[in-house]
């Protein structure tokens, strides 16, 4: 199980250094990314927020990296595309983020009651998370009566769900250094809105608190 971006061209983008990336992949987040890398994470959670204010709040600055940042750094409810993605090694099936998944809201899958249904997606990919009892299964495509299926006890789950938390937190302390050397004028800011984008708490130069 990995915490993942959905991914957008990076070709055109200036304002720091990225890694090459084409649209529709996906990236996962850990401490083992490069710089470069971080930067591409960095730009694809600040491209999801970056949308015109509506809501009577300050105006888009007329500086580039002002304006690109600002939604990242001004909107009370962020969104970061992509998830959780898994996958089984031994059948290599994978179950990945759909359409309407966020990573902002991965906490979601610590929260599942018997019987209960996370869903990700909509026609014609609908990929869907419930647990019968003590066992979890993900449905790659609800829309497919043949869909490829992942079980797991909800045991294995919680085991899953604290390597997700902590690649979330060791990329964020990568994050937290990196904004401290290519965004000096807004580290602070950035990682507080990256942690709050992660559902984590903001680290302290680099470290948890």
Known sequence: ???VLEMTS???????????????????????????????????????????????????????????????????????????????????????????????????????????LLGFGHEPVSPIAERFGNTIRLTVNAERRDSPVIELPTTELCHLLAGVERDLADFLALAADWAARQLPDHCSAVTAALA??????????????
């Open 10 to 116: 990076t070709d055109g983008f200036c304002l720091w250094p990225v890694a090459e990336f084409k649209s529709f992949g996906f990236l996962p987040l850990s401490g083992e990314l490069s710089p470069a890398e971080v930067g591409t994470a960095v730009m694809r959670i600040a491209e999801c927020n970056d949308v015109d204010p509506n809501d009577g709040r300050p105006p888009r600055p007329v500086a580039a990296l002002d304006s690109f940042l600002h939604g990242l750094l001004t909107f009370d409810n962020l969104f970061a595309a992509g998830g959780l993605r898994v996958t089984d090694s031994s059948t290599g099936v994978a179950f990945l983020p759909g359409c309407c998944d966020g990573l902002e809201d991965w906490r979601d899958w610590q929260r599942f009651d018997d019987g209960g």
């Open 1 to 3: 199980m990995q915490p």
């Open 196 to 209: 709050r984008v992660l559902d984590l708490p903001a680290p302290v130069s680099g470290r948890y608190a």
